[in-house]
Nanobody
Framework: QVRLVESGGGSVQAGGSLRLSCEAS????????MAWYRQTPGKQRELVAA???????DYADSVKGRFTISRDNAKNTVFLQMNSLKSEDTAVYYC????????????WGQGTQVTVSS
């Protein structure tokens, strides 16, 4: 059974930074696509950033230039570096992993809360 465990969430003032981590139980080399999503109450979960096994990345327009997704295969971990945070970044952030198809995620973490105060 695959487990994804997020950490690094918390409260920060606008303009600050946080780094989220998503550690997988076992090698992440088996995943073709790993991503971070976020969700706020009453809204659909939205894709924030994704990274393929080959290293290419994709970002939501709202976070381009501020967030960076990366992966450390040796540590079985995917990171999301979030800089210049805004109040609208406040959400629960989820890690997701796909074995085969892009954006068809097989596994999800439990989520970590990020709160940005203005």
């Amino acid at each position: 059974q695959v487990r994804l465990v997020e950490s690094g969430g918390g409260s920060v003032q606008a303009g600050g930074s946080l780094r989220l981590s998503c550690e997988a139980s076992g090698s992440i080399l088996r995943f073709n696509d790993m991503a971070w999503y976020r969700q706020t109450p009453g809204k659909q979960r939205e894709l924030v950033a994704a990274i393929l096994s080959a290293g290419s990345t994709d970002y939501a327009d709202s976070v381009k230039g501020r967030f960076t997704i990366s992966r450390d295969n040796a540590k079985n971990t995917v990171f999301l570096q979030m800089n210049s945070l805004k109040s609208e970044d406040t959400a629960v952030y989820y890690c997701a992993a796909s074995v085969l198809l892009r954006k068809q995620y097989d596994y999800w973490g439990q989520g970590t809360q990020v709160t940005v105060s203005s």
